[in-house]
């Protein structure tokens, strides 16, 4: 029997859906599984039952301490913050249809970074100050980017050129900020610049999940504009999408919950970047890569963390493994557009 293009039609975007919620189920079940890895096998074992009645609030001798102050914030922290990295590096991705336009290439996990780094050496601050004002300069470099490749709209190419600009300045005031800084505050900013959960504690998992209600919440909202947004801005306006109001609520939702998960954790290096790239590999393109996105950003933060504390010859910031599978992933990208002719 053969079928009508509407029949056809009908079929192709129920398969996709099909698959979108098979993928978002697989990577909810990992994630699942990595939570409980990482609250259960350590530098010691703790069986399931001691962790279950842990997060009950009872008192475990052995594994109170090792589970609800060790393991448990660093594990919520970790699930957060990819979260909101997963997140807002596939809404930019997405709303200037190219994959390099990740806050971690265009500068923005750098602003936070550099105020951060003048936080600790030069006003000599440390805990919720420091967050406030890496918050602060992320959305000030933000709107900064955005206002320099602002010509008629804003084109992702010019955009990326710009953040790749202010990159570059921002790298040398690190660079000048570290090498005047006290040897007392050295160590606290280098930690703070790799990307790092160590030491995290339940209290600082409030700000990042306040950030991904709020933010999140808006990206989501979005969702169906960002799909227009990848057909083009004629084609988006034509089908009743305001460009530039989705792209101010995009870009602030984006960089605020990219902001406040780095002042949690410092700058976690390609997450954002990597996160897209994968949803959009696993999940094809049609539908909205937000949700899957987020997951795969909590997963890669969540499994790196792992690795880097029991898996390798010594123990890593999580920023360190991320970093080391970013970048050969970022040199590919650059090649392969290159030898099709594309642009960035």
């Known amino acids: 029997m053969l079928l009508s293009p509407v029949d056809i039609v009908i079929q192709g975007r129920s398969s996709r859906a099909r698959r979108r919620r098979l993928v978002i189920a697989v990577l909810l079940a990992l994630l699942a599984a990595l939570f409980a890895l990482t609250l259960m096998v350590g530098q010691s074992y703790t069986p399931p039952g001691d962790v279950v009645r842990v997060l009950l609030g009872h008192d475990v001798p052995g594994a109170g301490f090792a589970v609800g102050q060790l393991h448990l914030p660093r594990a919520v922290l970790s699930v957060l ?141 979005r969702a169906r504009d960002l799909d227009t947004l990848k057909l083009g801005d004629d084609t988006a306006a034509a089908l009743g999408t305001d460009i530039v109001r989705t792209r101010i609520i995009v870009m602030i939702a984006a960089v605020g919950a990219i902001a406040v998960a780095t002042a949690a954790t410092g700058p976690i290096s390609f997450v954002a970047f990597l996160s897209g790239a994968i949803a959009a590999r696993i999940v094809g393109g049609n539908g909205s890569l937000l949700i899957p996105s987020a997951l795969i950003g909590a997963t890669l933060v969540l499994a790196g963390d792992y690795c880097g504390q029991f898996l390798l010859p010594s123990r890593y910031p999580v920023g360190v493994v991320t970093g080391a599978l970013g970048a050969p992933y970022l040199i590919y990208l650059i090649v392969r557009v290159n030898r099709t002719g594309g642009s960035l």
Do not use: H, K
């Open 81 to 221: 913050s990819g979260l909101c990295f997963g997140l807002g590096g596939a809404a930019f991705q997405i709303m200037l249809r190219n994959p390099l336009a990740s806050p971690d290439i265009i500068g923005i996990n750098l602003g936070a970074s550099a105020a951060a780094v003048f936080a600790i050496v030069v006003l000599s601050l440390s805990g919720p100050a420091v967050s406030v004002f890496a918050v602060m300069a992320g959305l000030a470099v933000a709107l900064l980017i955005y206002a320099l490749s602002f010509r008629n709209g804003v084109a992702g190419t010019r955009l990326i050129l710009v953040g790749i600009g202010v990159s570059a300045m921002l790298e040398s005031f690190i660079a000048y900020t570290l090498s005047r800084a006290p040897a007392w505050n050295l160590q606290e900013a280098l930690r703070w610049l790799t990307g790092s959960v160590n030491g995290a504690q339940l209290g600082q998992t409030v700000p990042v999940l306040l950030a991904l209600a709020v933010f999140g919440g808006l990206l989501l909202s």
